[in-house]
């Protein structure tokens, strides 16, 4: 147990949450005057060696991949019951979960907190690693020196894998209403599981749920036989076919990479001014009919007004008229 308020030098402040395998803390670092997250191993796996491997690896790799979109380790140490913890900056805005709970997302931030996610998860990807567990409570939120923004950062990489181990037949592990359906059905994964999680965070935040529930394997069979409800926010589906993209139980077709799903909600945030939807979003995402598994980017183009087709009407017949007279005026006359 936790003993006098207090983990090593960290004060605690209270409790944020607790899982299956640790609870973390809202702390306070006395010495840097600052406030720290402290995750501790929970007590009834304390002597179970492969989870405490599991626990002390997620210190390391949090401590090694250092960037803004990943939460940063500073301290590591021992419990007088010989439980581990680690100390974490402490995110002051909350998590995504918390976002979608209030229903305080217009569709212009959803969008680009989603891009956010994205570039965050690349960040993993590059340093060799997939989450296997991207969901709206493992998605903290914090506040960008001079700025009003909010700033994604990803935590919780319990169930991390190395993407050289992501082949083959493996463990099922993550949260269902955010698994891709390989990953859920146990069938391998690579990098991709993880786009399909970031389209499943971003279809919540856009709608407020997350895009099929159910059990597991209910959620698995649904994602396989089509893409979720469409949301209807831009008036030619484009969005939606984005999103059902991402959200593909086919790898192959989602996004080849994260950066590349970043890029693509980045384009989108901007086509918003709050929460306005817009007639012609610019870039439109159009799907090829020739090629479905691919997406191009063009400008949407009005077509011809009412006017514009009854001018074209009238020239026409005007222009039939006059073939017609000319072609009767040249004809000779019966004597």
Known sequence: MVA?????????????????????????????????????????????????????DEARLLRRVRDQHVVRVHDIGTLPDDRPYFVMDFADHGTIADLIATASLDVAEALRLGAEVARAVQVLHDHGVAHRDIKPGNLLLTSQVASTQRSVVV?????????????????TAGTPAYMAPEQALGLGFDHRADVYAVGAVTYAMLSGRPPFSGGLTEIAE????????PLGLDQSGALDAELARALSADPDQRPASARELAERLDRWAQSWSGSTRPETP?????????????????AARPGPSALTMTLIALLVMVTVAMLTWLTLSALPIAS
Request: charged residues 25%; proline residues 6%.
């Open 4 to 56: 006098d308020g207090a983990i090593g030098r960290y004060q605690l402040v209270n409790r944020v949450g607790t899982g299956s395998f640790a609870t973390v803390w809202h702390g306070y670092d006395p010495d840097l005057d600052v406030p720290v997250a402290i995750k501790v191993l929970a007590e009834n796996w304390a002597h179970d060696l492969d989870v405490r491997h599991r626990f002390l």
């Open 155 to 171: 935590a919780d990489l319990g169930m991390a894998k190395s993407l050289s181990e992501a082949s083959g037949f493996t463990v």
């Open 222 to 229: 649904r994602a396989r036989a089509g893409p979720p409800e």
């Open 282 to 298: 610019e870039p439109t995402v159009v799907i090829s009919a020739d090629r479905p598994d691919e997406a191009t980017v063009s």
